[in-house]
C-alpha cells in the first residue's frame, strides 16, 4: 500500500487486541459490490464466525439490504436492516 493511502490512526483492534471480540462487523460487502458472496450466504458466513451485530454496506446499492435483513433476522443476528 502506498504510504500516503495507510491510515495513520490504529484501528481499535491494533490498540487492544486483547479486548476485540470479532462480534460486530459494520462494513461488509455483497456481490452486489465488490464482494463475492450473495447478501444471505455473507450473512450466513458471518454467522458461522461469530459475528452477531453486522451491517452490510455495498457501494452504491441498496439491493442486498432486505435479503441480507431477512437472513440475520432468521439466524438470530442484528443487522442495521433488520425488521424489528
Sequence with gaps: MPPE????????????????????????HSAYSDGTLTPTELVEEAHRQGV??????????????????AAAERLGVSSSTARR
Aim: glycine share 4%.
Design 52 to 69: 452477531r451485530v453486522l451491517s452490510l454496506t455495498d457501494h452504491d446499492t441498496t439491493v442486498g439490504l432486505a435479503e441480507a435483513a
Design 5 to 28: 493511502l495507510a491510515d495513520d490512526v490504529p484501528s481499535a483492534r491494533a490498540r487492544a487486541p486483547q479486548d476485540w471480540t470479532g462480534r460486530v462487523s459494520l462494513h461488509l
